[in-house]
């Protein structure tokens, strides 16, 4: 049996891909771990969640957590490099026992916006992950924050901002999140791509070369 967890994992994994964005897995988080903003006649343009790969840590060691971005159709947000227009997508963590790196952003797609204004970033649905090192002396729990900043965009653009939070228990040995949450960060590490330049975070790059960004983005879009 020791197979199992494996095979339904691998399962898991198949069945996030195959499915369509409408059908798409949805993590349950505490509610200070879930927030919506902007809100555009009523309702939310965009959903984020805290998640994580464990649901517990181990002093020391390293795990990956990562903001769910849930968007409404026809809204966007941005990548790294925006493009000619937009604003990049920003995680701001905040914990006094871990240290979180920089965004592993996945691969975007390219719109075409008013004015034949091009520009890069997300759709539907996109987990930005970070790998958080923990601290050797966490207690007995490591509380997470991190404040989102983006911009959504459709016909018009409003920007987002949204701060959530994880407690998460620490143990002697680190235990995995249920299989389609992992699921989720591998998918989102096989479609990871490094920013046009080398030096961009979290905030994105000012200075950037058109064809390297072009190489990274998929096709273009409406």
């Given amino acids: 049996m020791a197979g199992a967890p494996r095979a339904a994992w691998i399962l898991w994994l198949l069945l996030l891909w195959a499915a369509p964005t409408h059908a798409a897995y949805v993590p349950e988080v505490p509610s200070a771990a879930f927030g919506q903003s902007p809100f555009y006649d009523g309702h939310a343009a965009v959903s984020v969640r805290l998640l994580s790969d464990v649901e517990q840590v181990r002093a020391g060691s390293s795990f990956t957590a990562g903001v769910l971005f849930d968007l409404a159709p026809d809204w966007h947000i941005y990548w790294a490099d925006p493009g000619d227009a ?21 691969k975007p797609r390219a719109f075409v916006e008013g004015d034949g204004v091009t520009t890069y970033g997300y759709r539907d649905r996109v987990l930005l992950p970070a790998t958080v090192n ?22 018009i653009c409003s920007p987002g901002q949204v701060t ?3 407690r998460l228990p620490v143990g002697s040995q680190a235990s995995d999140a249920e299989p389609p949450l992992r699921a989720l960060f591998a998918a989102a590490a096989k479609q990871r791509t490094a920013p046009p330049v080398a030096a961009a975070s979290a905030r994105g790059a000012a200075d950037v070369e058109p064809t390297a960004v072009a190489a990274a983005a998929a096709p273009a879009t409406t």
């Fill in 86 to 106: 937009g604003l990049a997508t920003e995680l701001l963590w905040r914990s006094g026992d871990a240290v979180a790196g920089p965004i592993q952003w996945p």
């Fill in 134 to 155: 923990v601290s050797d002396s966490v207690g007995s729990h490591l509380d997470l924050e991190v404040t989102a900043r983006y911009l959504a965009c459709r016909v």
């Fill in 164 to 166: 959530l939070r994880r």
